[in-house]
């Protein structure tokens, strides 16, 4: 693996690192290479020599110094299975390149400092990191602070989603709902802990949807007050196919609550939203209603409503499902709902931490041990079970309370169905701390807190190339073969990692694993042999972030959602993650057996296939794949999905692809997002051209207040352009003002005009057009500013501007993770404090 920030960040900027730019002399990015109206120039012929032979290994001086006079731009060649190449060009190096064992012998890449040109790896980095800049402050002036944060994943705050059945007998459910959101709007708008975005997914039955999303408070409440009770036919609703809409839209590790009193009628969707919880890392907690009374009001056709017992099955799917995402099921009254919505505000306020979680099924009296840590504040726990469940809490000094006591020395609690709720009564009592329970049915145990310190986690796999490095794995990790998890600890450059551990969800079972530092807080974490099972993931290290300790404070956290192995193996081969509207995409994908982690080439078999996505889209695939002898152990199939010619451009659709094998008792999955997006035409970006800049400012500063200066520009798109959509203030700090007028050639004019005080005498407006094209005008208060080239990124989106569900697209198969994809963070983070 290569632990260094060189080679391009997460955006692919290899240029860098593989071609001559920077022996050119070059100290700033190729602009040229995102922007696809500027053409590349200066590029070495096919017929060019570019290199000579390395001497005795020394490749400092390869490249030939025709090229490097007249500032010809070359890379080198690849190839791991042969040496051929063209005569005279240069090779790329290393250890897998057979052509660098061709003359010219040698290489040129500067992946790292061991590499042919490792002496200017370091000067390669930084101008992969300014491009990487470059690019992102492009793609930020285009779609707005918001949606870049939520592009990066790195919202400052939480997102608000409920997902709430509107049937006849939810009218109660409906009110709370209510409630305790606009509660919550009304209280954190216009804080740091303001919702970043808000998602609504009614459902009910024949129907569900549609999903909401907005980061518009107002247009949330709008939507949720125009929901009312009516209606539902038969007992079960359409709940899981309006829980796929929110867990696709919804970002990453967000919380997601469903409001029902009713069983699932899509059950059969179960395995699916399983593989979105695992792929999104989404917490789900389920509000059941008079679940237990063990009865659902149904309007029946006189108007009155008539009863129906729900099965303990029918709640037991519901159950497995936050129990897989680390969320609840929480049973109650409805009169007793208000009682316990209050685990929604819990869960909105910032910065929540999970320091313990463990489900114990079937039950037994156990202990269980955490650290509370001195970072941590407003402690809280969740305890649920049957009401013959005992408890006792004991904290670090070894002060215990049990669950006879309501308000007692260490917390206080309340009871509502099955939820008990412990609200710690004050912070800074760090140490060990254990909570005792005694029941033999099924509970679970949750704590949580506020801190800054935390971690995320994605499973990775080595990447198959000349660089070592990995990449993100989609789907399970395989039984009894090795595992590698890429953690990132988030909130403190103080902290030491010690410890990352899976231990399964009984507690028989801990993997330890070894830790492998790649830099700025973020660690490779391999597993050997991890077994068949569900598993928990458990940081512990030290924190010597406090001044007031002489020795650093011990912490832990764990990832709510679980980690499931699997013995079948699902890879899909996606080349395109873009697809038109009114086309076809084809998806093949390759199932396999595998044992202790390696496909067993002699296995035979057949797998039920299922292919679901959450556009509802027409899609095809087999309904089973089997293995045959002699096919070395692996079957192909292809989904296809085609979109509606219709489909607005930037619409998202997520396309989940299951195999399970013939005991129906194990399952794999591959989530694949994609984009829909029309074909773009319009490349080139918005011109600026000043029409004045009034210089009434005085010379001296002092008497600067006093006065004002006036920046006027004409912006247009051309003719053929998709059209200005919007003028910004990109530096400066005056007021703008734009209006719209028909040019002599027939193209729109958008007039910018800018006042300031002559205190602020620069202002750089950005104009975007309606795909996303960048361009920038700048003027100055003194200086004559004649009309100036304007920069241009690529299109953003294609045919649309950046939307929330569109921004979260990812795809397995071609991102590379490295350290870089950390450095993305703190790039992000100087963009956004420019």
């Not at 490249?63 to 042969?82: A, E, H, K, V, W």
């Not at 949606?147 to 709370?176: H, K, P």
């Not at 009312?228 to 919804?250: V, Y």
Request: aromatic content about 6%; some cysteine; glycine content about 8%.
């Amino acid at each position: 693996m290569r632990p260094s920030k060189g080679d391009g960040m997460s955006l692919h900027q290899d240029f860098y690192s593989h071609s001559n730019w920077v022996e050119l002399g070059k100290t700033a990015p190729y602009s040229s290479l995102i922007r696809p109206d500027e053409p590349l120039v200066n590029l070495a012929g096919p017929n060019t020599p570019t290199c000579r032979n390395c001497i005795g290994g020394n490749c400092a001086d390869n490249l030939l110094p025709d090229l490097l006079q007249q500032g010809l731009l070359t890379s080198g060649y690849f190839n791991i299975f042969s040496s051929a190449k063209p005569e005279g060009k240069c090779s790329h190096g290393g250890f897998l390149d057979w052509t660098s064992r061709r003359d010219p012998v040698g290489g040129i890449n500067k992946d790292d400092l061991g590499s042919s040109h490792g002496s200017l790896h370091h000067k390669a980095a930084d101008l992969a990191v300014n491009a990487t800049m470059e690019l992102l402050e492009d793609i930020r002036v285009s779609v707005g602070d918001k949606n870049f944060l939520r592009l990066m994943g790195l919202s400052q705050s939480s997102v608000l989603c409920f997902v709430i059945d509107t049937t006849g007998s939810m009218s109660d459910d409906i009110a709370e709902a209510k409630r305790v959101s606009f509660d919550i709007i009304d209280r954190k708008r216009g804080t740091q802990e303001e919702p970043s975005a808000y998602i609504l997914v009614p459902f009910n039955d024949p129907g569900f949807g549609p999903l909401i999303l907005t980061t518009d408070a107002d247009v949330f409440k709008d939507n949720i007050n125009k929901l009312t009770a009516s209606g539902g036919g038969d007992i079960p609703e359409l709940c899981l196919s309006g829980l796929q809409l929110a867990l696709t839209a919804a970002p990453p590790s967000s919380e997601i609550f469903v409001f029902t009193d009713a069983p699932a009628k899509d059950a059969h969707l179960k395995s699916t939203i399983t593989a979105l919880i695992e792929s999104r890392k989404t917490v789900v907690t389920f509000m059941l209603t008079d679940v237990l009374a063990g009865r659902r009001r149904r309007r029946n056709f006189q108007g009155g409503y008539s009863s129906r017992r729900i099965s303990q099955s029918d709640t037991q799917l519901y159950r497995d499902l936050a129990r897989a995402s680390g969320g609840q099921a929480i049973e109650v009254t409805k009169s007793d709902l208000s009682l316990v919505t209050s685990i929604i505000e819990d869960s909105s306020a910032n910065a929540v931490v999970t320091v313990f979680q463990v489900v114990r099924n079937p039950g037994k009296p156990d202990n269980f041990t955490f650290t509370v840590d001195g970072s941590l504040r407003n402690m809280t726990a969740y305890i649920t079970g049957a009401s013959s469940l005992t408890f006792t809490l004991t904290s670090s000094t070894g002060v215990s309370q049990s669950s006879s006591q309501s308000s007692g020395p260490l917390a206080s609690f309340t009871t509502a169905g099955n939820l008990r709720r412990l609200s710690w009564n004050t912070d800074n009592q760090t140490g060990s701390w254990e909570i005792s329970v005694d029941s033999n049915n099924p509970y679970s145990v949750k704590v949580t807190g506020q801190s800054s310190v935390n971690f995320i986690f994605n499973l990775v796999e080595a990447h198959k190339g000349a660089h070592g490095d990995f990449s993100l794995k989609e789907g399970r990790a395989l039984s009894g073969g090795n595992a590698s998890l890429l953690v990132s600890v988030t909130g403190s450059d103080t902290v030491k990692v010690t410890e990352v551990t899976l231990f399964d969800t009984s507690g028989s079972t801990e993997v330890n694993g070894t830790l492998q530092s790649v830099g700025s807080g973020n660690f490779l974490v391999t597993f050997s042999a991890v077994p068949a099972g569900d598993f928990m993931v458990c940081l512990r290290g030290e924190d010597s972030s406090s001044t007031s300790r002489s020795t650093p404070s011990i912490f832990q956290r764990q990832a709510s959602t679980l980690i499931k192995t699997s013995s079948i193996s699902l890879t899909a081969q996606v080349n395109n993650t873009s697809i038109e509207p009114g086309s076809t995409i084809s998806i093949p994908f390759t199932v396999a057996t595998a044992i202790n982690g390696v496909v067993n080439d002699t296995a035979t078999g057949t797998f039920t296939v299922r292919a679901n996505n959450d556009r509802s889209y027409t899609s095809t695939s087999p309904n089973s794949v089997t293995v045959a002898q002699g096919s070395g152990g692996k079957a192909n199939g292809t989904v296809t999905l085609t979109v509606p010619a219709n489909v607005t451009s930037g619409t998202d659709v997520t396309l989940t692809i299951e195999a399970e094998n013939a005991a129906a008792t194990d399952i794999n999955y591959a989530v694949i997002r994609m984009s829909v997006a029309a074909k773009v035409s319009d490349v080139t970006r918005p011109v600026c051209r000043e029409v004045s800049t009034s210089r009434n400012c005085p010379s001296s500063s002092s008497l600067c207040a006093s006065s004002q200066w006036k920046f006027i520009a004409n912006l247009t798109d051309g003719i053929n352009g998709t059209g200005i959509d919007s003028v910004a203030i990109r530096q400066g700090n005056g007021t703008l003002n734009t209006s719209t007028v028909a040019g002599a050639g027939g193209e729109n004019i958008t007039v910018a005009t800018y006042i300031a005080s002559c205190c602020s005498q620069n202002v750089e407006l950005s104009a975007v057009d309606k795909v996303g094209n960048v361009g920038t005008c700048v003027g100055q208060a003194r200086a004559l500013t004649t009309a100036v080239p304007v920069t241009t990124a690529a299109p953003v989106t294609t045919a649309a501007p950046v939307t929330a569900a569109a921004v979260n697209t990812t795809s397995s198969g071609g991102h590379t993770v490295s350290t870089s994809h950390c450095l993305l963070i703190a790039v992000v983070v100087s963009l956004l404090w420019k």
